[in-house]
C-alpha cells in the first residue's frame, strides 16, 4: 500500500496561523511600547500642571484667585482620572493586567482612602461616612492596588453623581461557611439613583445610565467598566441596588487570603529632614525638572541634574549624594539601566543609597525588570509635594 501523500493543505494553513500568531504578538508589543509612551508623554505635561498648582497653593492667594486654583485642580483630577482610567482599560482588554498580592491591614486601608475624599464630599456639601464591621483578622494578602482603584472608583462615583445628603462606605471581614475569608466592600448614596433597566448598562465601556447627565458631571463611561473587570479579576463580583431618585449602592465581595506576616508594618513617623540634601536627579524633561525643584525649595535641597542615564550613573561615580531621583524614560540609558549599573558599581552594602524611580505608571514599577535593578522605592507621576517629602524622610540616608 502506497505512502500517503502529505496534505499540502494542512500545512499551509498551519504555517499561515503561525504567521498571524506572530503579527498578533508584535501588534501587541507595539500595543504596549505605544501605552508606556502615551502614559510618559501624558503624564510629564500633566507633572507640570500639577506641580505648579501645588506651587500655587502655598503662597498667598485672594478670594478669587484661591477659586480659579480650586477650579484649576479640579480639573487636574479630572484629567488625570480620565488617563488612568484609558491606561487601565486598554491592559484590561490586552490581558496585561497582573495582580501583585501584598499584606496589608484593611482596615487602616479602607480609613485611609475615604479619608482621601473627605475634602471632595465636603466640597460638595455631603457627608462622607465609614462603617466597618471586622470579625476577624483584618491584615489580609491581597493586591492593594487594584483593591484601591476598584473602592476609590465608586466613592468617586458616589459623590459625583450625589447633589446632597451623604455617602456611607462599609467594609466587613468575616468567616465564610466554607472557611474562606470574605470580604464585602460597598458605597451608598443618596444621589440620582439609576433605573433598574439601565443596571446591565451601565457597566459597559463607554456606557452611562444618562449620557448627558454622565457628561454634565464630568463622567468618562469607563470607571464602572474598569471596576467590573478588575473585580472579575481578582475572582470577586459586583452587584448594584438602585432607583431612579433614590440612591445607588454598589456592593463588591471577594475572598481574600490571611496575610502571611503577622506583625503589623508600622510605618516610622517622619523624622526631620536635615538641611542642604545632595540629591541627583536624572530627567530630560526640563519642565518636570523645575517641578522637582519647586516642590523642594522650601526645605534647602542641594539638586544636581542630569538628562539621561548615562550621565546619573557619571554623576553617581563623581558625587556624594543622599538620595538619587530617576526618571525611567530618558534617551541614551533608560532609568532602569542606571539604576541597575549603580547598584553593580555600588557593591554589597549595608544600606544602600536610595534610588526612587519616577515613573508614569504605578503598575509598571511592580513588574522584574523595577525589581532587578532594586529600586528603592516609586513615585508615580504627577509628583506631589508631600509624597516627595515623605520619601526623602523615609530613605534619604543620615549625614556621615
Known amino acids: 500500500m502506497p505512502d500517503r501523500m502529505p496534505d499540502l493543505n494542512v500545512d499551509r494553513t498551519s504555517e499561515a496561523l503561525r504567521a498571524e500568531v506572530a503579527q498578533l504578538k508584535e501588534t501587541l508589543k507595539r500595543k504596549d511600547q505605544f501605552l508606556a509612551t502615551v502614559s510618559h508623554e501624558v503624564r510629564s505635561p500633566m507633572n507640570g500642571v500639577f506641580g505648579m498648582a501645588d506651587a500655587l497653593s502655598r503662597t498667598p ?5 484661591a477659586r480659579y486654583l480650586s477650579v484649576l485642580r479640579d480639573a487636574c483630577d479630572s484629567m488625570l482620572s480620565i488617563t488612568n482610567q484609558l491606561l487601565e482599560k486598554s491592559k484590561l482588554d490586552a490581558g496585561q493586567t497582573t495582580l501583585v498580592p501584598v499584606d496589608f491591614d484593611v482596615a487602616a486601608f479602607v480609613a485611609n482612602l475615604v479619608a482621601e475624599y473627605a475634602a471632595r464630599a465636603k466640597k460638595r456639601g455631603l457627608v462622607l461616612e465609614l462603617e466597618t464591621k471586622i470579625l476577624i483578622n483584618s491584615r489580609i494578602r491581597f493586591d492593594k492596588m487594584r483593591l484601591s482603584q476598584v473602592l476609590g472608583n465608586l466613592i468617586s462615583n458616589a459623590i459625583r453623581y450625589t447633589d446632597e445628603g451623604r455617602v456611607v462606605v462599609r467594609v466587613i471581614l468575616q468567616m465564610g461557611r466554607e472557611g474562606e475569608r470574605r470580604l464585602v466592600l460597598s458605597v451608598e448614596d443618596s444621589g440620582i439613583g439609576i433605573a433598574p433597566e439601565k443596571h446591565a448598562h451601565i457597566f459597559g465601556a463607554f456606557a452611562s445610565a444618562d449620557p448627558v447627565e454622565s457628561a454634565n458631571r464630568g463622567g468618562t463611561g469607563l470607571g464602572l467598566n474598569v471596576v467590573q473587570a478588575l ?8 452587584k448594584l441596588d438602585s432607583a431612579l431618585g433614590l440612591g ?4 463588591v465581595e471577594l475572598v481574600v487570603e490571611a496575610a502571611i ?3 503589623a508594618e508600622r510605618e516610622a513617623p517622619r523624622r526631620a529632614l536635615r538641611q542642604n540634601l545632595r540629591l541627583l536627579l536624572a530627567e530630560d524633561n526640563d519642565s518636570n525638572a523645575f517641578v522637582f525643584a519647586v516642590l523642594l525649595e522650601d526645605i534647602g535641597v542641594k539638586i544636581t541634574r542630569v538628562r539621561n542615564g548615562e550621565e546619573a550613573v557619571s554623576a553617581y561615580k563623581k558625587g556624594d549624594f543622599d538620595a538619587i531621583f530617576m526618571d525611567i524614560q530618558m534617551p541614551i540609558m533608560n532609568g532602569i539601566k ?3 549599573a549603580i547598584r553593580a558599581a555600588e557593591g554589597a552594602q549595608d544600606h544602600p543609597l536610595p534610588i526612587i524611580a519616577l515613573s508614569a505608571d504605578a503598575v509598571a514599577t511592580q513588574c522584574p525588570e523595577y525589581k532587578a535593578a532594586r529600586f528603592t522605592d516609586a513615585i508615580t507621576k504627577p509628583m506631589r509635594q508631600k509624597e516627595l517629602l515623605d520619601m526623602l524622610a523615609r ?3 543620615e549625614s556621615g
Open 395 to 397: 530613605f534619604a540616608k
Open 231 to 238: 473585580v472579575g479579576l481578582m475572582g470577586g463580583h459586583i
Open 248 to 251: 445607588s449602592t454598589f456592593t
Open 338 to 340: 542606571a539604576a541597575a
Open 261 to 263: 506576616s503577622d506583625a
Open 61 to 65: 492667594l485672594d478670594e478669587k484667585q
